[in-house]
């Protein structure tokens, strides 16, 4: 099958590579408190790529083996579960996403991404321009409806509900193809329990705790609530954005009331405090990122993410100083710099770090399917 | 002032019973300097491979199945030592055992939930979480914390003996020697099991065919000085821990991940394709320790394990892959053994291997030989379905028993006159005052954390006067 054999392009002595780090560990098994990764490794004897895809989507990266390793370089086995895993993570974004070729063209490329925005931004000029008097963009707009003064609705929101479907669907595209190829079957172990579980596992942020070692061992071998924390902060900020734009479409299409909306109204009030928590949190990883220890890291991986987390911290930067200042001549400019990031998001949103989390659910699920199926047949 | 030591406390050695002492040395006192002959990324000794901790407990839920009397540990301890301890030391061991699980967490360690597959170890054992070389960079951590100083590279050549007093020690790194000071001085560095040519001494050119497990730092420098000096020995000196590894592991270091847990599955012979010991006489972890000195006395060192496809699944996987052939005579030739040897003594073993009994390697089941020698007591199925299989054996040496005798204080004993005043032992180079053959699992950490903790506090006592 030619979507097989593409997935299978691994070059085989980096797959000898890998599936020999994961020997010695299933020889010695020291790190099965720290995650589900080390559990699910030896409930496998061999590993297929498919297996190898599957481990390093449940690798939350927390780095506890690296520095707990014995066996890690400079010794001669080279064992370096989170860099190898890191890699192969990298590789199932680009392997699973379609078009392949955006995900190696867009996922960790500054250039890229700004040439997107610079694009996005073009766009949204090209809309002022052409519909209407082009000094508006410099003026001051206050009332019902100042943000469609400068860009009409339509051209707002259009394109970016169409990009927004076709990302979805990409991603859930991506994520069906990666369960289909990591479990082989779709329908026949697809369990509440462990869809639920497994959600619990995620929202929780289970694997970023080091299995009670206090932590991850991120960004030094100290561990550290850090890493938890700041990424906390940027899920449930974005869930808090994600709520305000909800209130603010029932708002205006629903009971007819056009943005601005005042500081007390529940778009600003959640959507300031997304912002500023993923602000917050954005900044902090990108610190920490910034200060981590490159040897348990893959570079390219370390790319993507600063990426994806330097774009998030732009939007919520430029959508902040935009509620700061959307009564003054610089709304305008504003506007249209912070839908060019939003722009540039939404395009690259099923090539980017973004997507982890469709790949890192379905293998959260599955490890939550086999524990299931191995205390069961423990139980006989 | 010209004569004042620069240290309070020196202590020799970098793993756990070392930074235990240094831990509670600095306790109880300022400048404490730790001294680890490894780098940094190697530092920890043979603790780096260690995985839990054996301590008596009334319960300790989450951690522990049951309780762990100081009565059976005792017990336990008399059973394997042969009645040869220190009764006093002995009893010192297992009765501060209790206290380590509090000390331990104090000190930043962090533990492992009793898990399924270590089920015969979760009521005596404490594992923590990560392994040896996550506990030794928590006290590493713990240390720089409290302000204990720790230097890498740092080898110890000599000590500066003057009758029953130590000044300091001396430091070798890059060719330059450095005299530092110190009030009293801990030696926690380890056994000489890595010092090929000190085993040498006891067994010949045999030696040279072992594997060494662990650390190739641990070559008995500082053993051998305090023995020069006149202290006095326990342990046999032939006696060491070993197992049997896969032929193909490192030299040293190799770990945990080159042992094989192959040979009840099937028989194991020498190279003259005889068997030579009862590879069924009881459930492996209770064997595995005496197999490197098995394989010790065989000619050229070396067994082979041979079993067919029906046992490849029935033990944890090693890290090498075995040797592969449809029938016995081309296995033998893979291995560079006499084909006709080797299908004649599998032929032997056939012949009197279990057809009527029932195979479970969860209890020691009915299936034995009947009329051979050596017997194989249990587990002695036929090894007739192809492939078969082909692990090659050789001694992998954990640790050495013999050290220096010490007294409750872990003052190091001299053969004549009183006990060293301020130079104390801990850890693997005092242990043979406990335990001079055979092995609890992780009874070793129990020795060092024990007496690494008293011979810190009383280090520091005698540097504060």
Redesign the interface.
Known sequence: MAVAERLGQVPAEKLRNWVWQLEVCNACRYCEGYCAVFPALERRRTFTLADIDYLANLCFDCRACYYACMFAPPHEFGVNIPQMLSEVRRETYARYALPAVFTRLLASSWLAVGGLLLLSALFFLAVVVTTGDPGRLFEAHVGPGAFYRVIPYALMSGPALVLSLVGLVLLVGGGVRFWWRTRGSVADYVSLGALLRAASDALGLRYLTGGGAGGCTYPGERPSFARFVLHHLVFWGFISAFVATTAAYIQQDFLGWYPPYPWLSVPVITGSLGGIAMIVGCAGLLYLKGRSDREPADAGLLRMDTLFLGLLLLINVTGLALLLLRETPAMGSLLVLHLATVFALYFVLPYSKFAHFVYRYAALVQNRLEERREAARAGH | MAGEPRYDVIVVGGGNAALNAALAARHHTERVLLLERAPA?MRGGNS??T?DIRAAHDGIPRYTTGTYPVEEFLDDLQRVGGGRADPELARLVVRESKTLFQWMSEHGV????A???TLHLSRTNL?F??????LV?TYY?TAARMGVEVRYEACVDELLLDGARVEGVVVKRDGAREVLRARAVVVASGGFEANLGWLKEYWGEAAENYIVRGTPYNDGLVLRLLIDYGAEVVGDPRAFHGVALDARA?KF?G????RLDSVPFGIVVNQHCQRFYDEGEDFWPKRYAIWGGLIARQPGQIAYSIFDARML?QF????YRPYEAPTIRELAVQLGLDPEALHATVETYNRHASRTGTFNPAVLDDCATRGLTPPKSHWAVPIEVPPFYAYPLRTGVTFTYMGVRVDERTRVQLKAGPPMANLFAAGEIMSGNILSSGYLAGFGLTIGTVFGRIAGREAARYGRG
């Open positions: 990324w780096r491979h995985r962090r533990w492992q939930p898990l399924k597959g594992f979480l990560g392994g040896g070389k996550a960079n951590q490192p270091d770990g945990i991940v080159t699944d944890i996987t090693s890290l």
